[in-house]
């Protein structure tokens, strides 16, 4: 199963898999959160609410699947907060997806530190794979993580 970062849905939606387009993909991603096969932490749907656009208001007529975190989760994403240099807006909820996927043993899912074809970013072992990595965290694309979760569109 999956964590959801914010990247995973940004990009997904603007880039990869816009709904006018992929509308099955995006009706696929709700069933799965509401089956508890992809989690996202609340602090995402904090930063998705930053951007306020149509991801936003998708993400609101689902609020209630964003997930609240766990004591175990908060403590973790407190130690994971140190790895992470000169933290921004958006990687506000970078260690609760880190956290989130360590105490569940699932997956991350981000498009983070990789360009638009997929090559890493020069600084990629500063980016969530990166620390993924580093912690033996699996971490994946959004059509990767649409292929471990049997979606076929």
Known sequence: M??????????GWHDHLPPATFSSVWDFI????????IITPREVFTELERKDDEVTQWARER????????EDVQRLAGQIYALFPNPGVRDDADPFVIAETQVRGFVV???EGRSF????????DKT????????NV???????????LGGSF
Do not use: K
């Not at 609020?63 to 766990?70: G, H, I, K, T």
């Not at 969530?128 to 912690?135: A, E, N, S, T």
């Not at 699996?138 to 471990?148: D, F, H, R, S």
């Open 2 to 11: 999956f964590v959801f970062d914010t990247s995973a849905y940004l990009n």
């Open 138 to 148: 699996g971490c994946a694309t959004l059509p990767e993580a649409l292929t471990g």
């Open 30 to 37: 709700a069933a799965e959160m509401a089956a508890g096969r």
């Open 63 to 70: 609020r209630d699947q964003f997930v609240e975190p766990s």
């Open 109 to 111: 899912v981000t498009y």
């Open 128 to 135: 969530m794979p990166g620390i993924c990595r580093h912690l």
């Open 117 to 124: 074809n997929g090559v890493p970013h020069r600084r990629w």
